[in-house]
């Protein structure tokens, strides 16, 4: 039920507005780790000095706007030279509807490409988060043309979708992000209860992990990560294989504890004004990060 509110509020274009206008608000500054470029080199130099690397995100999705499209391209590219210039452990994730996938196909692939190119300069990985059922095939296409040309590409499979066993067989030659999936899906496409998700999650992370490249295991659930722990250990998988991945401010202990234990740890760092739908998407996973917000607002 309150799954549903909070899907539904991350929708909101008036709210999105609003919230780009004033702010980071509502305890969203736990979970995003600033509004500017500076702020989050800042937070990733923290996360390095603790053998934690960063996947950086700069937020904002399914725009419709030209201008807000290129003005999200150059605020990537921007990020990708402070990476290099400051020397930080990090790479990219960006979606493809903040850089005009809603637009237009053409107009997305050329951004996308400006962006892979220059990562590749300095041989920094892209990751292409992956959105609603809606976008995924074309950004699985995006992804194809630009594997011709470059190989610092690679992506997320969603463990609810009923395609994601043939994507991760395809898709095995890549660094692969594994999750369990964010948006609110039909069952014609998806899988609904925990169990087939969890079931399906973990079948997947399994497969990648003895026959793909890299797999990052995206989750903040402690039963999957302690199944990975004893899989990997029993199948002799070094730990350059693979990497556990969590989003900024969720289980901060647990994330330094995993690096401490020699684990490969990459955290996803968003920054930017337009944090307010990826805040609500955190709340309707888990509406007990509410914990979050109200700690925020007593905490002054
Ligand atoms: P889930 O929310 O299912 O929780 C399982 C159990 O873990 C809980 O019952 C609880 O016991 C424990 N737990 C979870 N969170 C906790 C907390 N904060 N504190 C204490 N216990 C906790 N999705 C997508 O569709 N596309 C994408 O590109 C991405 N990218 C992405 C990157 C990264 C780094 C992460 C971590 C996640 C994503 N996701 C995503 C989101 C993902 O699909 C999923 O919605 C969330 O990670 C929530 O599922 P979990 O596996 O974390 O645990």
């Known amino acids: 039920m309150l799954k549903d509110v909070f899907m539904a509020l991350s929708k909101n274009q008036l709210l999105t507005s609003a919230a780009k206008k004033y702010g980071l608000k509502l305890g969203a500054q736990t979970v995003v780790a600033g ?3 500076e702020d989050t080199i800042k937070s990733i130099r923290e996360l390095n000095a603790k053998g934690i690397s960063a996947t ?3 937020l904002g999705e399914f ?3 030209r201008s807000e ?6 605020s990537i590219l921007e990020v990708i030279e402070a990476i290099h210039t400051n020397g930080v452990d990090a790479h990219i994730s960006l979606k493809p509807t903040q850089i005009g996938l809603d637009i ?3 107009f997305c692939y050329e951004n996308l ?3 892979v190119a220059a990562a590749s300069k300095y041989d920094m990985h892209i990751n ?3 959105e609603d059922y809606g976008h995924l095939q074309p950004s699985f296409d995006l992804m194809d043309t630009l594997l011709k040309e470059y190989n610092n590409v690679g992506t997320v499979i969603q463990a609810y979708f009923d395609r994601a066993e043939d994507d991760i067989e395809k898709y095995k030659h890549l660094r692969l992000r594994i999750v369990k999936g964010a948006y609110k899906e039909p069952i014609e496409v998806a899988f609904q209860t925990k169990e087939e998700i969890d ?3 973990i079948k997947l992370i399994e497969y990648h992990l003895l026959n793909g490249k890299f797999t990052s295991i995206a989750t903040h659930d402690h039963h999957i990560i302690n199944h990975v722990k004893k899989f990997v250990a029993e199948n002799e998988i070094p730990n350059d294989k693979f990497e556990f991945q969590m989003l900024y401010g969720f289980r901060k202990d647990m994330q330094i504890d995993l690096a401490k234990q020699g684990y490969n740890f990459c955290t996803y760092v968003p920054f930017g004004d337009d944090w307010y739908a990826y805040f609500m998407r955190r709340l309707a996973e888990r509406p007990q990060n509410l914990n979050l917000v109200v700690k925020q607002v007593f905490n002054k």
Do not use: C, G, H, S
């Not at 499209?69 to 150059?74: G, M, Q, S, T, V």
């Open 35 to 37: 509004t500017n470029v």
């Open 56 to 58: 950086v995100d700069n």
């Open 63 to 65: 725009v419709i706007e």
């Open 69 to 74: 499209a290129l003005k999200a391209k150059n």
């Open 104 to 106: 237009d196909y053409d």
């Open 113 to 115: 490409l400006e962006i």
């Open 128 to 130: 292409i988060d992956m």
């Open 199 to 201: 079931a399906n999650f």
